[in-house]
């Protein structure tokens, strides 16, 4: 996606950018720094799993809604599949649509290994994704070359 070779800096534990949903920035030179949400997933479930609300219990809405991040990465870990999401571009396409009349699914959250919520997942077909054009690229862990192959770019 082009931030090889680039500064990139681990803020996922300053609480500023916890707040608004930013694990990295990647600084570029003279060009504005990219901000990037890093999720994980244990298994690939070949959708995007959007999270509306991170806390049922106290209703807090999930980062899908309050990222400010420019990136998204979501990271299958059994397929080593990584998905490139435009995060302004979901959330304008996520403003537009009527989530209450699709499909949601309970998940629990984790952090270091440990619950600390249940959640309510939206999850999003892949074929939907790129359709609205906020899935841009598709990418596949090479543990040989130890790089990651472009599996899909969506133009």
């Not at 949400?37 to 809405?61: F, Q, S, Y």
Request: aromatic share 10%; with cysteine.
């Amino acid at each position: 996606y082009g931030f090889q070779d680039q500064n990139i800096a681990d803020v996922s534990k300053d609480p500023v950018y916890r707040r608004i949903d930013v694990d990295l920035v990647v600084s570029r030179g003279t060009k504005a720094p990219k901000m990037v949400e890093a999720k994980a997933r244990t298994k690939d479930w070949h959708d995007i799993g959007l999270e509306l609300v991170t806390n049922t219990t106290n209703n807090t809405p999930g980062w899908a809604y309050n990222t400010r991040s420019h990136i998204i990465t979501q990271f299958a870990i059994d397929t080593l599949t990584l998905h490139v999401i435009d995060a302004p571009k979901m959330q304008h396409w996520l403003s537009c649509i009527d989530v209450s009349r699709r499909k949601t699914k309970r998940a629990k959250n984790y952090n270091d290994g440990h619950y600390y919520s249940d959640s309510i997942i939206f999850p999003v077909s892949l074929d939907e994704a790129r359709k609205a054009g906020w899935l841009t690229h598709t990418y596949r862990y090479n543990q040989q070359t130890q790089q990651y192959d472009l599996i899909q770019k969506i133009s």
